[in-house]
């Protein structure tokens, strides 16, 4: 087969500067596997994340039917038109006492033993369901977070010092709940019995319903609220009373969108870094053209037109872009295989298949081809339109003569100094286009590196400043409301506290009128939930940052703020000053609404002063929650205070629900964040890994364009050191420009960071961080990495004979 | 298009008034100042003249690689002015050969693969007939043993054959040499001058820009420039020059 003479030539080329071509193919390799990594885990994710939550079989809807319902309410809501399926089910707290002492809460799903358990299933993974009535099985999350082992027996309390001893009968999966890593509690699974055991009542007060038609569950909110509203106001017809219904958004996993975030930002930054990795190309095959101009133009001046001669290099281009492309495809599959892995172990999903689909390797391919080619053409159609004129006296290659332009001008008047540098700064001065090409590629990447560690800041302070809020040693929560006289009586006989405050809350929901009262809440109770809580307005314990209006006052009876979570989550109409309707187990209170407040950590939060929480409640003088402040902080003294505390109050016969010290809220909200900060961290490490390409590139690129004058440099004297010391050096000054670029673009970029990820995984922007000692350490690894750079240029440059060098054409 | 122009009656080349001025920062310089000249089949022409007597300008504009400023070029009977950058191009291949004082050729292919290039470029000999024509080009120039090297494994003079044997790919009217000697030993530049002499006789147009005085021995007819400006057009070899009339 005849190839034809163009094609050989290309293909002669690439091997001829095979140094070059195999850093720019490395370097469009790493940002392709990044994007096939970045899609292929996505595509993974999103379809195991579904596959593990759906078979779960997630209710629809539960609706809550306070002190148990018969079978009877079962009959009910399967007969009501849009119901799939239903079931009855109760949660309840405990908690668990572990072999060190510490105390973790326990949350427990509890399903009779003849449920076939079709709804908000479990995968039994060791041992058997159901479990016997002094057994328990524990999500593998929980077993694993908290080092216990299928077999052993663990005590749980459920009031002060009251525990039990029960078995761990085995580890289940539970597809539909966050791991116990990330939320710091236990998930356990049992049965009515061990309720009873416990002494806690056995009703089951949760139905469960899915609601759905022939073609399956609805995943539409306003068909499953609808079907839900029916089946409770056909129980109140039939006597049962309904308080709330708690529909989650339809299948979609508690942390669904801090997956979708992280993946969507790990995207993002590998979309940039494939367009510099494309920059990246384009520059090295300006700077080849340059060389090859003469070539150019004999080519040109034996009668191959423009579009012959930029078919060949655009084929060139292409061919590195395919090379590269076909050399990311295998690591990008274990990349994507890897970072699926990763994030589902964060998320606690189990991968059922590692498959990447066809079509991402479609989506890569053609980015990984068309990207480059694209952002190439510029370069190569300027490279390739030149003159044969200008190509044979070369006044193409060389450009503008130095000197033309103000600022070489003004260099060229620099006559003292180190002449190293001054050397090197004219030199690097020399192509201004490159010059900017160059700075802006590197700044650009500096800057995502910079901005990405910002970033993982700005999360650490999230967490920190949600943790400033709280300005106390150990929450405690009580089971129910009680009597605020005989609490606050117990707390004053707690040895070690140094100070107390109570308040109460309950769940709350915003009342649609002639409705049963709906909220988001997951069946942990947790995400996506609603609360109302009462606090002094003038409290020292909790310290939230106002972002609207006014916090409350003390005779703020009609007043409420609203934490960050409210409107979007709850009450999306609301706005400050104007009226809103809450309501607690079914009492609608209206209230003002004064003031926003940024809470991070908590759930959807209306805060009111006590007598407001009693116009909701009906219930004056009730707390649910105390905040202590003890003598000690540190974790010994936290931890003694919690159990003198829940000793007081079993002496009293007040059940707690939880005592937690804020140390745990840490570990939770660390949690939480931080999957997005290793995302950032890995995103940075990649744009570091293309800067340092594309700065070895452009230095590489230098040194061959400047291959005769080095010869020059030697035969009148220059040693190989010097001609090195002023590659290194233009290399140094090609990194103190780009830092201050990287620096300039990394104040938006963390700004815009800071808010995408902040409002996508928080729903609150991220403050803006950037420490002085973030931009030190990323200048001076800059600065490392510019010198390590252009360590093989300035060996090539010194490497260079005298005789090859004056050969050079 | 086919730009192959066919011999036609009267001189290969015709200048009339060419001027060439170009921009500098120092002011504009006149590398051509009405120049009018003809040359005829067959001719081979030796262009000489001090640096900046505007050598190279002319050969440049004679390719159609220059636009002139004022003027008029007729190489083979087409007016360059006449044609756009495109048919400009195609046109200098089929009918220009051009070799360079540092040979210019594509280090990456091999000696006869430069031969080819030009019949790839201007589709001028079928795919599976381009090697042997490029053997046979370089048989006649004498590298034929070369033909598989690449241009770095040659000697100086052994390049050059190569670049003539490339000029001569589409088998031109005309071929323009810009000081192909200049970077030549003296041996390999009289083999070089008398490779172009055989050319000429064998009706091929030559028109070389060179500064050697051994020039006389082998070409036809001497153009001196100065300033821009024919400042001596003599015949070398009257009896050549009148057979390259009668070709």
């Keep these: 087969m005849l190839i034809p003479l163009s094609a050989r030539k290309i293909v002669r080329d690439l091997i001829a500067m095979r140094g070059r071509v195999a850093m720019m193919i490395g370097a469009i390799a790493v940002s392709v596997a990044a994007v096939g990594a970045v899609l292929g885990s996505r595509a993974i994710l999103e379809r195991e994340i579904r596959v593990n939550y759906i078979s779960t079989n997630p209710a629809s809807a539960t609706l809550h039917v306070p002190g148990g319902a018969k079978a009877d309410a079962l009959r009910i809501a399967r007969s009501r038109p849009g119901v799939l399926d239903a079931a009855l089910r109760t949660r309840s707290g405990a908690r668990m006492v572990l072999a060190n002492g510490r105390r973790v809460p326990l949350l427990l799903f509890v399903a009779p033993a003849s449920d076939p358990m079709r709804i908000a299933g479990f995968r039994v993974e060791r041992g058997h369901w159901p479990a016997a009535g002094d057994e328990l099985l524990l999500e593998r999350s929980s077993l694993a977070y908290f080092g216990l082992h299928a077999g052993e027996r663990i005590a749980l309390e459920?009031?002060?010092?009251?525990?039990?001893?029960?078995?761990?009968?085995?580890?289940?999966?539970?597809?539909?709940?966050?791991?116990?890593?990330?939320?710091?509690?236990?998930?356990?699974?049992?049965?009515?019995?061990?309720?009873?055991?416990?002494?806690?009542?056995p009703g089951l007060d949760e139905l469960k319903i899915v609601a759905g038609d022939a073609n399956g569950a609805f995943t539409n909110v306003r068909r499953i609220d609808a079907v839900a509203q029916d089946v409770g106001t056909a129980l109140r017809a039939r006597g049962v009373a309904v308080t709330r219904i708690d529909a989650p958004p339809p299948l979609r996993h508690p942390h669904q969108a801090q997956m979708e975030t992280a993946t969507g930002l790990l995207m993002t930054f590998a979309v940039l870094t494939l367009l510099l990795g494309a920059i990246l190309i384009a520059t090295m095959l300006g700077s080849m053209l340059t060389q090859q101009i003469r070539q150019i133009g004999v080519m040109k001046a034996l009668g191959a037109g423009d579009g012959t001669v930029f078919g060949m290099y655009a084929l060139m281009a292409a061919a590195i872009a395919v090379a590269a492309t076909a050399v990311a495809l295998v690591p990008s599959v274990l990349a994507a295989r890897y970072l699926a892995a990763v994030v589902a172990g964060l998320f606690g999903i189990d991968l059922?298949?590692?498959?990447?689909?066809?079509?991402?390797?479609?989506?890569?391919?053609?980015?990984?081809?068309?990207?480059?080619?694209?952002?190439?053409?510029?370069?190569?159609?300027r490279g390739t339109s030149i003159t044969v004129r200008e190509a044979i006296d070369g006044t193409a290659r060389s450009g503008a003569a130095f000197g033309t332009l103000r600022l070489q001008s003004l260099l060229g008047r620099w006559n003292t100094g180190n002449r190293?540098?001054?050397?090197?700064?004219?030199?690097?001065?020399?192509?201004?286009?490159?010059?900017?090409?160059?700075?802006?590629?590197?700044?650009?990447?500096?800057?995502?590196?910079?901005?990405?560690?910002?970033?993982?800041?700005?999360?650490?302070?999230?967490?920190?400043?949600?943790?400033?809020?709280?300005?106390?040693?150990?929450?405690?929560?009580?089971?129910?409301?009680?009597?605020?006289?005989?609490?606050?009586?117990?707390?004053?006989?707690?040895?070690?506290?140094?100070?107390?405050?109570t308040g109460i809350t309950a769940s709350a929901t915003i009342p649609h009128d002639g409705a049963i009262d709906v909220t988001r809440t997951y069946p942990d109770g947790g995400h996506g939930s609603f609360t109302m809580t009462a606090v002094r307005p003038d409290t020292a314990f909790v310290q939230l940052p106002l972002t609207q209006g006014r916090w409350l006052r003390g005779d703020d009876a009609n007043a409420v703020v609203f934490n960050h979570l409210v409107i979007p989550q709850q009450a999306h109409d609301a706005r400050v000053g104007e009226l809103v309707a809450i309501a607690l187990n079914g009492r609608?209170?209206?209230?003002?609404?004064?003031?926003?407040?940024?809470?991070?950590?908590?759930?959807?939060?209306?805060?009111?002063?006590?007598?407001?929480?009693?116009?909701?409640?009906?219930?004056?003088?009730?707390?649910?929650?105390?905040?202590?402040?003890?003598?000690?902080?540190?974790?010994?003294?936290?931890?003694?205070?919690?159990?003198?505390?829940?000793?007081?109050?079993?002496?009293?016969?007040?059940?707690?629900?939880?005592?937690?010290p804020v140390g745990q809220f840490r570990l939770a909200l660390n949690g939480h964040a931080l999957v997005l900060a290793q995302t950032l961290g890995a995103i940075a490490v990649v744009m570091a890994i293309v800067g340092i390409f594309g700065l070895g590139s452009a230095i590489g690129s230098g040194v061959l364009e400047r291959t005769r004058e080095f010869g020059i440099m030697r035969s009148i004297g220059a040693s190989s050191r010097a001609v090195a010391a002023i590659v290194v050096v233009e290399g140094l000054l090609y990194g103190a420009l780009s830092a201050v670029a990287a620096l300039l673009l990394s104040i938006p970029l963390t700004l815009m960071l800071d808010r995408f990820i902040g409002m996508q995984a928080f729903l609150v922007p991220l403050p803006f961080v950037l420490p002085p000692a973030?931009?030190?350490?990323?200048?001076?690894?800059?600065?490392?990495?510019a010198a390590l750079a252009s360590l093989a240029g300035a060996l090539a440059a010194a490497r260079l004979t005298i005789r090859d060098a004056l050969a050079a054409v | 298009m086919a730009f192959r122009t066919d011999p036609a009656p009267g001189p290969v080349v015709a200048t009339r008034g060419l001027s060439k001025a170009y921009s500098s920062p120092s002011g504009t310089v006149t590398a051509l100042d009405a120049v009018t000249l003809t040359i005829e089949r067959g001719e081979f022409v030796a262009v000489v003249g001090p640096s900046g007597s505007g050598k190279t300008t002319l050969l440049n504009v004679l390719a159609g690689i220059d636009v002139p400023t004022a003027g008029e070029v007729i190489v083979q009977g087409i007016a360059l002015a006449r044609l756009g950058d495109a048919e400009l191009t195609a046109w200098r291949g089929r009918n220009v050969g051009l070799v360079f004082q540092f040979f210019q050729l594509?280090?990456?292919?091999?000696?006869?693969?430069?031969?080819?290039?030009?019949?790839?470029?201007?589709?001028?000999?079928?795919?599976?007939?381009?090697?042997?024509?490029?053997?046979?080009?370089?048989?006649?120039?004498?590298?034929?043993?070369?033909?598989?090297?690449?241009?770095?494994?040659?000697?100086?003079?052994?390049?050059?054959?190569?670049?003539?044997?490339?000029?001569?790919?589409n088998d031109p009217a005309i071929v323009l040499a810009d000081e192909p000697t200049g970077n030549l030993d003296s041996k390999s530049g009289d083999a070089i001058r008398a490779l172009f002499a055989d050319l000429a006789a064998a009706g091929t147009t030559v028109v070389m820009v060179t500064h050697e005085h051994s020039i006389a021995r082998y070409a036809t007819r001497e153009i001196a420039l100065a300033d821009g400006a024919v400042a001596g057009d003599r015949v070398l070899h009257p009896a050549a020059r009148e057979s390259a009339a009668a070709c």
């Design chain 1, 158 to 201: 459920t009031s002060g010092a009251r525990t039990w001893t029960v078995r761990i009968a085995g580890a289940v999966h539970d597809g539909a709940v966050s791991p116990s890593s990330q939320e710091g509690i236990a998930y356990g699974y049992a049965t009515p019995a061990l309720l009873s055991r416990l002494g806690k009542a």
């Design chain 1, 352 to 381: 059922t298949s590692l498959d990447v689909p066809w079509s991402v390797f479609a989506v890569e391919i053609a980015a990984g081809v068309l990207v480059p080619v694209a952002v190439a053409y510029a370069p190569l159609a």
């Design chain 1, 420 to 501: 190293t540098l001054r050397l090197a700064l004219r030199n690097v001065v020399r192509h201004p286009g490159r010059l900017a090409l160059v700075v802006m590629l590197l700044g650009a990447s500096g800057a995502m590196f910079v901005s990405a560690i910002g970033t993982a800041n700005g999360m650490q302070a999230v967490v920190d400043e949600g943790m400033s809020h709280r300005r106390y040693d150990v929450a405690v929560n009580l089971s129910r409301a009680e009597d605020a006289a005989s609490v606050i009586r117990t707390m004053n006989a707690v040895p070690d506290v140094q100070a107390f405050e």
């Design chain 1, 588 to 660: 609608v209170a209206r209230y003002r609404l004064v003031g926003t407040v940024s809470d991070f950590g908590n759930p959807a939060t209306a805060y009111v002063t006590e007598s407001g929480f009693a116009r909701a409640s009906g219930e004056p003088g009730r707390v649910s929650q105390i905040r202590v402040v003890t003598r000690g902080h540190d974790g010994a003294a936290r931890a003694a205070a919690v159990a003198a505390i829940q000793r007081r109050f079993a002496d009293e016969g007040i059940v707690l629900r939880s005592a937690t």
């Design chain 1, 774 to 785: 973030v931009v030190a350490i990323s200048t001076a690894v800059g600065f490392a990495a």
């Design chain 2, 106 to 169: 594509l280090p990456t292919l091999t000696v006869a693969e430069n031969v080819m290039l030009p019949m790839e470029f201007c589709a001028t000999v079928p795919p599976r007939e381009r090697a042997g024509c490029a053997r046979m080009l370089l048989e006649r120039v004498g590298i034929a043993g070369q033909a598989d090297k690449f241009p770095a494994f040659l000697s100086g003079g052994q390049q050059q054959r190569a670049a003539i044997a490339r000029a001569l790919a």
